[in-house]
């Protein structure tokens, strides 16, 4: 029988969150390197309608756990499926969301079938493994590899001695496939075990939130840190973001400042971003901000301190004041963006 | 009624006080020039837990796992209002990852009484994976709610709590023993007691108390008194080593542990050109200009 690589799928609205394709688009490259076969694992009320679009994207197998008392996502419940699924079909790699769901499903998990995990991948890849000291040879097993220590090293970590090999993968890193109706793919219904005890915990209310901001399809993103260092002053940032079309970001530290919503925050523990261009305003550049947006494209820093770590990695830098500084650069654009062109605005 | 709590906490390097210092000339980051800290959601996770205390009575124990320097977080925790804390340490439970860590952590809480609560920050600043929560909930087969922003009540044994979702928020109920873990701008975690921090100073973990006593030339054999007497005054960290738990080695440490480090690259966080532009109407009008030139803008 074909070893399996699986992923889970989580639901927004009974749609498909992006994360779990973007999960299938990998599953699909570390199955076809293993030979293996990418299971969709599903779980909740109306799973089976998910079916088809997860086979476009990738699966060749989908797993259906079906049942009314699974329609929302709480954490024992959905632990004990897994489990049981897993424990049944072994898979070899088993993959999920480093999303606030999957990162309290996965330890749990992995916890429960005492097996390794490792949180935030942001690559996997598979390869041999020699281990050092005993000169044993593992082969074909996943590299998972992620940033540590406040970004400022990246790990290959290994678990090769247990199975599956767990990993939750960061959002908006992978790439899903372009969506294939041509697929074909094998649904497999089971009914899901559960127990009355694990409803023991009950969601009393649930409530989206829209986001302020999407800071990850954002073209130009306008950011302030501590240096910004009062709510009147972050006006100044929302003032240049509105004036190029951009999105606000902050650092961790405005955020825990309360200078703005931590909707904004861009970091190891925010969102990454890779727009074309990042203003950093007062933000010094810890590294924790710096391993979210080091992938800019061209990146701007303002601080009155020139030594501040974020000019090592700007493109632009104009070392003084922020409040200074960012009118001049709204009168600038203003006027050279208007002035010498044709008039029409430029689509955005 | 009373409540039981217990706090795990992590002395980790301080990420957040990179400075410039810090860097070395390649852009990588010099770990040793970084103070030890307590962790910073785990602040959070402690300031909820006497806040319970306050709002109902009980206690708040803390528990570190780490190398004896961490004592230093414990006295941390005791100047901020702690009752008890214990420290887990021992060569044997070093190099462990999240699973041996949370394996060793709950047969230390199981060692203790009854407890009713246990928070946890969201995550440690160093490893950054929020998976030793949900862990040592599953090792003690107690429920988790993850990423608590609130507790908006407590009562007849059951909790209920706000947490953040991938798409908001949920409120959610459970009933007693659980654990939270804390999202950092639950609270804001209170300093140091300035008379909390002159009494407990002093507190000392029996190791610690054995090399004072050394350097001041005393007897070893006054050792146990000399513990008995801070334990009297309130002054003892509790230190657990491996043979002080009902422990299986072989689940501990880098043995215990399933995931291997491979390899570490250091990350250098370096940009290619770098142009300077003056503060003033001329040099922001000339980054402009470029910027638009080239497309930047769209």
Redo the contacts between chains.
Sequence with gaps: MKREVWVFV?R?NNKI?EISLELLGKGRDLADKLDAVLAAIIIGKKAHELASPLIAHGADRIYLAQHEQLDSY???PY?RVLVNLISRFKPEIFLLGA???G??L???V???L???????CTELKIDH?T?PLSKERYKNIL??IR????????????????RPQMATVREGVMSALPPDATRKGEVINLGPELAEEDF??????????EKRVDLKTA??IVAGGAGVKSRENFQLIFKLASC??AAVGAS??A??GGLIH?DHQIG??GSTVRP??YIACGISG???H??GM?ES????AINPDS???I???????????LT??IP??I???RA??SGGKSGKL??? | MAYHSIVLAKQV?D??A???KA?RKD???N?SALPATFNRDDLNALEMALQVKEDHGGTVTVITMGPRMASEILREALYRGADETILLTDKRFAAA???AT?YTLSVAIKKLRDFDLIFCGR?A???????????V???LGV?????VEKISRLEEGLL?ATR????????????LP?LLTIV??ANEPRPPAAKRLMRFKKAMTPTEAASRLQREAAFTNKVEIFCEQLKEKGLLITEWNAEALPIELDRCGRSG???????????V?????????????E???Q???E??EDH???
């Design positions: 989580q927004e969150a709480t954490t024992l632990t999303t606030a769901l990162r309290d996965a330890p749990r992995a916890s429960y005492k097996v390794g995990i490792t949180a935030d493994y281990e590299m998972q940033p540590a220590f406040g970004g400022n090293i990246i790990a290959t970590i290994v678990n090769p001695k247990t023991k915990v009950q969601v009393v209310e649930r409530k989206a939130v073209g130009i190029l079309g961790r530290a955020v825990d931590h190891q523990t074309r261009l810890a590294v924790q710096r391993a080091s494209k061209k990146i701007i030594e501040a770590p000019f090592e990695i700007a493109h632009y830098g104009i070392v003084g004041d200074e500084i001049k650069i009168t600038a654009y050279k963006n430029l689509p955005r | 390097p990420t957040t990179v400075t410039v860097m852009g990588t980051l770990r990852d999240t699973l949370s995550e600043s160093d490893g950054n994976t929020a998976q030793v929560g949900p862990q909930a599953e090792k429920p988790q709610i993850t990423y209920e953040l979702t991938d798409q908001g928020y949920e409120i959610v109920q459970s009933p659980l950092p701008h542990s399933p995931t291997w480090v491979k390899k570490i690259e250091r990350v966080l370096m940009g290619g050109e770098y142009k300077s532009f003056p503060p003033t109407d040099g922001v009008g980054l402009i200009q910027l638009i930047t803008f769209g």
